[in-house]
């Protein structure tokens, strides 16, 4: 899928800006228990909860494509 075929599909996105929101909520438990590594982790919750009505959908997809990468390898980082 690519960035438009993304933003026309609103299924997809809110499905992708749900699963931010709860990494996101992840995020702040991760931080009770270890601020330090929560701190490793990238955040993008904040931009979508806080964005209200209008989510750029640019935004998110670039997230998708740069965040996520470095969330996984912090958390497989982690899992080893």
Known sequence: MDSV???ENEIVH??????FEIIGE???QLA???PVLARRVPD??????????VVDHDE?????????P???????????
Do not use: M, P
């Open 5 to 7: 075929s993304y933003a």
């Open 32 to 34: 009770k228990r270890d």
């Open 70 to 80: 470095g969330l996984r390898v912090a958390v497989d980082q982690q899992s080893t």
């Open 14 to 19: 809110a499905a992708v800006e749900r699963k």
């Open 44 to 53: 993008f919750r904040n931009l979508l909860i806080h964005g209200y009505a």
């Open 26 to 28: 992840a995020l702040i």
């Open 60 to 68: 998110v997809w670039d997230a998708v494509q740069t965040s996520l």
